[in-house]
């Protein structure tokens, strides 16, 4: 079965990749870097040539209200009209659990507009929406700090592992149309706040976690059921205490983990030019190859352009904190999973590549000349 995976270098969508391929589809990463833009339709018609099913794992990459709406209403309009030109035979789109009760919320606004789109289509589709993943924790933290302190509302709460989504997905991928709506979580709930605390201390960080009834959540009030599936909602496996102990780093200052740049100067000889070991990267650490920079977080492997997209500083030699990496020349910060911009002066996104892993050998799915930088 030929299956275009449309984010294919993200998170998710780099995972599914893998999995998929694996169990012998054939398998296309879809983006940007590869040639293919669903924001403007560039190269859509002939990646979806004489594909079955077209799976949208994407992400805008930047969360300002009027941008992320634009984003996923362009870019999912782009891609039904192509599908139902190529004849797909399937659409699948990750959505997000909560997006008719959280309006609220820009983004979930955005996500709630995409799947309306893919309802009104042609197209045969099935809508899976995820609970929040364990490897956004930190990222929820982060958008509620103010000064050292996190105030979040004290709500129930049921993440999920981003490989428990992967499978579920690959499950509904292969299978037949839904022309409905799943849902999946984590197979244990939580209080918003005491999980943050419990990950926080983990990780040595000093900032205090505040229960705060008014706080927000990305804009969003929340209420008893705001973050959590309904009763029918398929459960993944993972429970948070395996996935925290195989991939919680303590940190030495507030907040902050210093990037160790992993075998720099090592005989690549036996590799190829785009190949890795993978264990030259201990988690935590980022590979510098070329113009491409290759990080070990959060239980997997990401690449972006190795350089700031702000005035060219160095990524290797920043920070990493979980999934975003600071820039040590003047605190720009990126997700290094999405390539999102978190925090300025940079304005422009960083280009990201697929990684795959065979065994004890890593590939950056994508040239590694082809990694260059934006001023």
């Known amino acids: 079965m030929r299956i275009v995976v449309v984010g294919g270098s993200g998170l998710i969508g780099s995972k599914l990749v893998t999995m998929l391929t694996g169990d012998g589809h054939d398998v296309v990463a879809a983006s940007r870097r590869s040639g293919v833009d669903a924001v403007t339709g560039e190269g859509l018609a002939g990646a979806l040539r004489g594909a079955s099913v077209v799976v949208d794992v994407s992400n805008s990459p930047s969360f300002e209200d009027a941008a992320v709406m634009k984003f996923f209403k362009t870019s999912t309009h782009n891609l039904l009209t192509a ?114 605390q419990r990950v926080l201390g983990t990780r ?59 075998g720099t100067g090592r005989e690549r000889a036996t590799l190829k030019e785009n190949e890795f070991r993978v264990g030259e990267v201990p988690p935590g650490s980022v590979l510098l190859m070329g113009d491409v920079a290759i990080f070990s977080v959060e239980g997997g492997f990401c690449a972006t352009q190795a350089m700031c997209t702000h005035r060219q500083g160095p990524l290797s030699e920043g920070t990493i904190d979980g999934s975003t990496v600071t820039c040590p020349l003047h605190g720009a910060q990126f997700n290094v999973w999405t390539g999102a911009v978190l925090r300025g002066p940079a304005k422009e996104p960083l280009k990201t590549y697929a990684v795959t892993v065979d065994g004890e050998v890593g590939r950056v799915e994508f040239p590694v000349a082809d990694a260059v930088q934006s001023a």
């Open 204 to 262: 040595h960080d000093p900032r205090e976690v505040i229960a705060d009834s008014h706080a927000r959540y990305f804009g969003a009030e929340l209420n008893e059921r705001s973050l959590v599936p309904g009763d029918e909602a398929e459960l993944g496996e993972i429970r948070f205490d395996q996935w925290l102990g195989r991939t919680a780093q303590p940190i030495a200052n507030p907040n902050l983990q210093p990037a160790v740049g992993a």
């Open 83 to 196: 599908e139902a030109a190529a004849s797909v035979r399937h659409h699948v789109a990750l959505s997000v659990v909560g997006t008719g009760r959280l309006l609220q919320s820009g983004y979930l606004r955005a996500k709630f507009a995409q799947e309306k789109l893919i309802k009104e289509s042609s197209v045969p589709y099935s809508i899976i929406q995820a609970t929040q993943f364990f490897e956004f924790v930190t990222t929820i933290a982060d958008a509620a700090t103010r000064g050292t302190a996190i105030r979040v509302p004290p709500v129930p709460f049921q993440p999920v592992a981003a490989d428990d989504v992967v499978r579920a997905v690959s499950k509904i991928v292969t299978g037949a149309p839904l022309n409905g709506t799943v849902e999946i979580g984590g197979p244990e709930r939580f209080y918003l706040d005491g999980l943050l």
